[in-house]
């Protein structure tokens, strides 16, 4: 038996983890940029506090998808690097001026440098999910990656075009969406509270509809996607759970049921993930980098998959420890405390790091 749809599989799952957990940190930087009112400086604090104890931990995820992307399935990693090289260039750069700026605005002394990487922080923090949805719609769109030996006719923007555009603004809107719910939860003043609830409902109310736009534009851009997210069992399960927990997150948070809401939007967002890799299954990019194809060898894959779980065994532990540690710090005065001279980060910690 070939272990090869297994190492997919956690590949899979590594994506929905970055959403559900990275995600939730670029739609905060999100929701930074659009921070106003009174409560604006507050806003800024809770944003910051949510966001500095395990912030960078988060892309631990992405790392692996690429690793295994790249130790199992060489001949698709090549073929991917190629013809998307711009847009994964430029979320990579996302990244790190995203990092960079967190940080710098941190430790800087000047409200006008405190400002400018806020905005850069907030800026990147808004494009770099965007790209990441163009790039796996263009994983999807048998126009954009390499076919075979074929030259690369303008493949420095075939890459941009309705679809991928929508399937960008969806990635922005889920993280938006799981951002302000989380945020919500974790308000300390039922103003806080009440503010980032009208946002998640405002966000969640536009993913729904996006996903809507994206599914209709895949009849013209992505047909044999088309195909599977209508027939494949799996993704049309996932496609009914996105539905229901959507309409019943949005009632949630109607009604001021914030825990129950995170829930719901976790579900969802990971719903929505789980739709398009059991669609897209088995293929890596279309038309033709399948998982089966692409694969060095039936023994590489298996020793990628032994080192993964032996990997799990220490990261899953580590990280749970790392949340507990953290979380449980966090309810001190020290990391609720709000200061109108930190815009962003609060006071220079160490704990963004």
């Known amino acids: ?10 590949m899979g799952a590594a ?3 970055y959403v559900l957990l990275g995600g939730a940190d ?9 921070t106003f009112g009174p409560l604006r400086e507050e806003q800024k604090g809770l944003i910051a506090n949510a966001i500095r104890p395990i912030w960078e931990a988060n892309h631990v995820w992405l790392i692996f998808i690429f ?7 060489p001949r698709a990693f090549g073929a991917i690097m190629i013809a998307l090289y711009v847009p994964i260039s430029l979320v990579l750069l996302g990244i790190v001026l995203r990092g960079a700026a967190f940080v710098f605005q941190a430790y800087s002394t000047s409200s006008d440098v405190q400002r400018t990487y806020a905005f850069l922080f907030s800026a990147s923090s808004s494009f770099t999910p965007m790209l990441a949805g163009i790039v796996l719609a263009s994983l999807s769109d048998d126009r954009v990656v390499v076919v075979r030996d074929e030259s690369l006719n303008g493949y420095v923007f075939n890459w941009l075009n309705l679809f991928s555009v929508a399937v960008g603004l969806l990635t922005l ?3 938006a969406y799981l951002a302000a719910t989380y945020l919500a939860v974790e308000a300390p003043s039922p103003e806080l509270r009440q503010a980032f609830r009208r946002r998640a409902f405002a966000s969640g109310s536009i993913s729904g509809v996006l996903a809507v736009e994206v ?7 992505a047909h044999s996607l088309r195909a599977a997210l209508l027939h494949n069992g799996l993704a049309l399960f996932a496609e009914a759970v996105a539905v229901s927990s959507l309409i019943v997150g949005l009632v949630a948070l109607y009604k001021d049921h914030l825990r129950f809401a995170r829930l719901m939007v976790a579900l969802f967002a990971a719903s929505i993930l789980t739709s398009w890799v059991a669609a897209q299954y088995p293929y890596l990019a ?8 692409s694969a060095l060898s039936e023994n590489v894959v298996r020793d990628v998959l032994y080192v993964s779980i032996a990997g799990a065994v220490v990261l899953f532990p580590s990280l749970a420890l790392l949340l507990y540690v953290f979380k449980d710090q966090r309810q001190q005065p020290l990391f609720v405390a709000m200061r109108p001279a930190a815009t962003l980060a609060g006071s220079p910690t160490s704990h963004s790091e």
Do not use: Q
């Not at 038996?1 to 956690?10: D, E, F, I």
């Open 1 to 10: 038996m070939t272990m090869t749809p297994l190492l997919a599989a956690v």
């Open 15 to 17: 994506l929905v983890l």
């Open 26 to 34: 670029y739609g905060a930087g999100f929701w930074n940029l659009l």
């Open 67 to 73: 690793v295994l992307l790249f130790a199992g399935f």
């Open 173 to 175: 809107a889920l993280c």
């Open 215 to 221: 599914l209709i534009l895949t009849n013209r851009y």
């Open 286 to 293: 279309r038309p033709d980098m399948t998982i089966f194809n």
